[in-house]
């Protein structure tokens, strides 16, 4: 989905800047993240649970756009996503997660702590760089000094003010080494996947493999490296398991 600049100037609080317009669903957001859609649709909306016998709401932890279309959420949410995905997968809880978020929240005033160009973990903590230290954020800034992972957050490409541009979605296992050849830029085909340079979408890319033409055929009537192919033909099979 794609929104006009008219509709978009139509939008509750005149939301002007495309990464804070609501493009993608939360399905297919949770497609371009490789993670389960009921997932994703928890952290944006919340959802029920139980608790000593009673039933209990779980909040959101995403602060998606306060917009007329349900399930929709913008390109900063699908980055802010990106990040807790990575750091759930390196098992932080998020308990931790929450107190993280609300420290960062309030010492910070942003609604987007997730989106924060400090953010760092050890498997264990949510952390923010800060004057050559590393505040520990989880624990209501504690200074502390850990061996951080940044991974994750190489694949997030920011303007000069810090604000997160472009994605480069994993396509396969979240590792230091993985390619960074599919991109996801709000300014690109709506904030559709294209293979990172081009405006050629993945989707068209898989649509060509699907009807029997072979990999480095496609690459070279393209112009493009034979493993952005594969890379593009990878992440639309995942979307289509």
């Known amino acids: 989905m794609c929104y006009t600049n008219a509709a978009m100037k139509t939008m509750p609080g005149h939301i002007l800047d495309r990464n804070a317009v609501p493009i993608y669903t939360t399905a297919q957001a949770a497609r371009y993240l490789g993670m389960p859609a009921d997932t994703l649709r928890a952290w944006v909306a919340g959802r029920p649970y139980q ?95 850990p061996e951080v992972m940044r991974c994750y957050l190489a694949r997030i490409k920011r303007d000069r003010h810090g604000v997160p541009r472009v994605l480069y979605p994993y396509t396969h296992a979240s590792t230091a080494g993985a390619p960074s050849l599919i991109a996801i830029n709000p300014d690109i085909l709506c904030g559709a996947p294209v293979i990172d340079g081009t405006r050629i979408s993945t989707a068209a890319v898989f649509e060509r493999f699907m009807a029997g033409e072979h990999p480095h055929a496609i690459a070279a009537d393209y112009g493009v490296a034979p493993d952005a192919v594969d890379e593009a033909i990878r992440i639309e099979s995942r979307h289509a398991a």
């Open 51 to 145: 608790s000593g016998g009673a039933e209990r709401w779980s909040q959101a932890v995403i602060t998606t756009p306060e917009t007329t279309w349900r399930e929709h959420i913008s390109f900063l949410n699908l980055t802010e996503a990106h990040v807790l995905s990575s750091l759930r997968r390196m098992h932080v809880s998020m308990a931790k997660i929450r107190k993280a978020m609300l420290y960062i929240k309030e010492h910070y005033q942003t609604e987007h702590p997730l989106l924060h160009d400090g953010l760092m973990t050890d498997g264990a903590h949510v952390f923010i760089e800060e004057l050559q230290h590393i505040i520990c954020a989880s624990e209501a800034g504690q200074l502390a000094l």
